[in-house]
């Protein structure tokens, strides 16, 4: 460690940063991988990556499929299952969630905010002709979602100022705002108002209003959204779905009381 108490490069151990990113790569990917694919990718050697899938695949962290590709392994599952952080607030939201989707007809989702990103804990994607990614892909993108907000939004000045300095506002489309001092002043109105509104901000044509979901101290936790069309997005539709977002926010925030 250095003298600020965190881990120098120095430390990592080189053959376990590959392993960690075979998995990270393949669990990215739109499908399954073959060994020499992941070596190129990687810029490893063939004998290299031979090896470390070989090792992974016997401990399950690796599927060996038919076709000779590679898909994540059962283990995978088991440790996420053990360390999931948030499995009560994912399981009283499961009932909540259905329930919100199939009312507002939209997409709706529970976010968090875990070491400067963005992690959906539960999503409901119904039926529909819009496209919502159900991958973990939108982990930097909290300037430019309406959960993402509201989470900045809970933040101390501290807090946020530390996040702004460390995560650079990327521009996703020409809506997206990258300023701070614009975020800021954004973030202040949302938490003025309890919720928070965007609209082809990260993508276009999509839009997504979100609102706090507080603990037992009445701290947010969580952010509770929709995502849609932005061909719905106008003031009666917006002022009916956050009185939405709020009865079921109040839903989940009693039943986490209860647990």
Request: with cysteine; aromatic share 6%; hydrophobic share 40%.
């Amino acid at each position: 460690m250095n003298k600020n108490g965190n881990l120098s490069r120095k430390t990592f151990v080189q053959s376990v940063e590959r392993a960690l990113d075979i998995l990270e790569l393949v669990e990215k990917s739109q499908r399954p991988m073959r060994s020499g694919e992941i070596a190129k990718a990687l810029g490893l050697s063939p004998a290299t990556a031979s090896n470390l899938i070989r090792t992974l695949y016997m401990r399950n962290y690796l599927k060996h499929n038919k076709d000779n590709t590679y898909t994540l392994g059962v283990q995978n599952f088991i440790l996420g299952s053990s360390a999931d952080t948030w499995k009560t607030l994912r399981n009283v939201s499961d009932s909540i969630l259905q329930a919100l989707s199939r009312e507002s007809e939209a997409a709706s989702f529970l976010g968090v905010l875990y070491q400067r990103r963005m992690l959906a804990i539960n999503m409901v994607i119904p039926t529909s002709p819009i496209s919502i990614a159900v991958n973990q892909d939108w982990q930097d993108q909290c300037h430019a979602t309406a959960s993402g907000k509201i989470l900045l939004s809970a933040l101390e000045d501290e807090e946020l100022d530390d996040f702004l300095r460390s995560n650079p506002l990327r521009q996703l489309t020409g809506r997206t705002v990258c300023d701070p001092e614009m975020l800021k002043n954004e973030l202040r109105t949302i938490r003025a108002e309890g919720y928070s509104v965007v609209q082809d901000e990260s993508v276009f044509g999509i839009s997504s209003i979100g609102v706090p979901v507080c603990g037992r101290d009445w701290r947010p936790i969580a952010a509770l959204a929709i995502s849609f069309s932005s061909y719905f997005l106008n003031d009666a539709y917006l002022q009916r779905q956050v009185i939405l977002l709020n009865k079921y926010r109040r839903e989940l925030e009693k039943s986490l009381l209860r647990r």
